[in-house]
């Protein structure tokens, strides 16, 4: 394998990996320039982009090359001109760069045995007494790597049980999973997963793979999406390759069909399928498929495929709970090597979002937007980044009164009461609640603080701030209150 061809596949791997966004700002332009010592030497387009690749991605980025070359590699990060400065100019002066040549080539991937989950035994034969010996792997220094080489289970390193976060949403279909994982082929065949988008199907079809893998290194697993399946299958028409296209799907010990829906109206797709799933099925072979909805529910779906979906084990992905969001938050700091605050986790857990995706979408906005401008991680910061109002402005365009009417209007109380003499407990917390975010959002003074809520003492406005700051570390219903005020407050001021 030529370090370029090592290049664009560290770049798919890492293209699933990351969001969009992330992938676009710090990966799409980078190149490899050398590899020697099972060091790879990447380019970055500038100093900035290469200190964040060094500082957030380069533990992933050398997870996935170190995949796929077989071994451990490490990973540095230059920037593009200094690597052209420092390599030789070629014969003829032209300070022309060429593709790196010399430490190029790598040697051939080693197969390498899975960690077994703890407690349990490995297997020595396949599911359905399977008893083949393994294929000899090829000495590293005797030939190079070709791509084909890579695994053709399809699986992604990254989704695996251990970072699957279970709540009350998707915990029958995660222990379902397990067991078909760990008893493929057995009385859970077909297993069947179904769920709206961005819920973590996908998440659970690849670690599946892994952990039947971990337990039985021989088992051949395949992952495809439906999509992938419909294309092998027009490939091997055009080329009347049919009999290479049925050996290929119909040998498999457990095959993963991702998005089954999007074969429903493909009458030649569903044929094709509805035999190969037979033959599997009567192989004594597991079959996992998933949709983002029940059997019953996908339109034009061949009916003898949807009964045959029925007859095993159905298990749907719900939308994650408050609790659900905030571990998965929490998980993806620790992955990214941030901590968190607490109340910035809190603001995006108890956002209105549909799926795990938005969950991590939202947070790598906010640590884009620190990173971007060099801010810590706070709760203004992680407000600015979702409510698309243009950064530093707000604090000089939010005014006490503004405050005054914000929180008048989401606790359903009248701005003359809070600026009256009232002492209701309806009233005074509200009030001292206005008192804290005109000091936090507006920078007034206290005797301006006290002026906006009817000519108070400097002293009464302390003791309500003071009484605020204290409660907002033990009273989760507080903080959510005081996060939908200053939501609303930057959402105004961003329309100004």
């Known amino acids: 394998m030529q370090a370029h061809q090592l290049w664009q596949a560290v770049l798919g791997d890492m293209q699933v990996r990351l969001s969009k966004g992330a992938f676009d700002n710090w990966l799409r332009h980078t190149s490899i320039v050398g590899f020697e010592d099972d060091v790879a030497t990447v380019a970055a387009a500038n100093t900035?982009?290469?200190?964040?690749?060094?500082?957030?991605?380069?533990?992933?980025?050398?997870?996935?090359?170190?995949?796929?070359?077989?071994?451990?590699?490490?990973?540095?990060?230059v920037v593009q001109h200094t690597a052209l400065e420092a390599d030789d100019t070629p014969p003829g002066g032209n300070g022309a760069r060429s593709v790196p040549g010399r430490h190029a080539t790598l040697a051939p991937r080693k197969e390498r045995e899975r960690a077994r989950p703890s407690g349990t035994e490995r297997s020595p034969a396949r599911p359905g007494g399977d008893h083949r010996p393994r294929a000899a792997q090829p000495a590293s220094s005797e030939q190079q790597?070709?791509?084909?080489?890579?695994?053709?289970?399809?699986?992604?390193?990254?989704?695996?049980?251990?970072?699957?976060?279970?709540?009350?949403?998707?915990?029958?279909a995660h222990a379902a999973s397990l067991s078909v994982a760990e008893h493929p082929g057995g009385k859970f065949n077909p297993f069947f997963v179904h769920g709206g988008v961005g819920l973590g199907k996908t998440h659970l079809l690849h670690a599946i793979g892994h952990r039947a893998l971990d337990l039985w290194p021989d088992l051949s697993v395949t992952y495809v999406s439906s999509e992938k399946f419909t294309n092998d299958l027009i490939k091997a028409i055009r080329a009347q390759q049919m009999e290479e296209f049925r050996a290929r799907y119909r040998t498999i010990d457990l095959l993963m069909i991702d998005d089954i829906q999007f074969i429903a109206g493909k009458e030649s797709t569903q044929e094709e399928f509805f035999h190969t799933f037979n033959a599997l099925y009567q192989g004594g072979k597991q079959v996992v498929i998933s949709s983002d909805k029940p059997p019953k529910a996908i339109a034009a779906l061949a009916e003898r495929l949807r009964s045959r979906f029925e007859g095993g084990l159905i298990a749907d992905v719900g939308l994650p709970d408050y609790e659900m969001r905030t571990a998965i938050l929490?998980?993806?700091?620790?992955?990214?090597?941030?901590?968190?605050?607490?109340?910035?986790?809190?603001?995006?857990?108890?956002?209105?979002?549909?799926?795990?995706?938005?969950?991590?979408?939202?947070?790598?906005?906010?640590?884009?937007?620190?990173q971007t401008?060099?801010?810590p991680l706070t709760l203004d910061l992680a407000m600015e980044a979702l409510t698309d109002t243009?950064?530093?402005?707000?604090?000089s365009q939010t005014r006490p009164h503004d405050v005054v009417e914000s929180v008048a209007s989401h606790f359903g109380v009248a701005v003359k009461d809070l600026r009256g003499r009232g002492r209701t407990k309806e009233i005074v917390g509200p009030r001292q609640v206005a008192m804290y975010l005109m000091r936090e959002e507006t920078g007034a003074s206290l005797v301006e603080i006290g002026q906006a809520l009817g000519d108070r003492d400097h002293t009464t406005v302390m003791h309500g701030i003071a009484k605020i700051e204290r409660d907002l570390g033990t009273d989760?219903?507080?903080?959510?209150?005081?996060?939908?005020?200053?939501?609303?407050?930057?959402?105004?001021?961003?329309?100004?």
């Open 48 to 77: 900035f982009s290469a200190s964040t690749l060094q500082a957030r991605y380069v533990g992933q980025i050398e997870q996935a090359i170190s995949d796929i070359v077989g071994r451990p590699i490490q990973v540095r990060f």
């Open 145 to 172: 790597l070709p791509l084909s080489s890579t695994p053709t289970h399809g699986l992604n390193p990254r989704y695996v049980y251990e970072n699957y976060v279970v709540g009350a949403s998707n915990r029958f």
């Open 330 to 370: 929490r998980g993806k700091g620790e992955e990214l090597g941030t901590r968190l605050p607490d109340d910035v986790v809190e603001y995006v857990a108890q956002r209105d979002q549909s799926n795990i995706r938005e969950v991590e979408g939202a947070l790598n906005r906010i640590l884009f937007l620190a």
């Open 373 to 375: 401008t060099e801010r």
């Open 476 to 496: 989760t219903t507080l903080r959510a209150n005081v996060m939908a005020i200053r939501e609303a407050l930057f959402t105004k001021g961003g329309r100004r």
């Open 390 to 395: 243009a950064v530093g402005a707000r604090r």
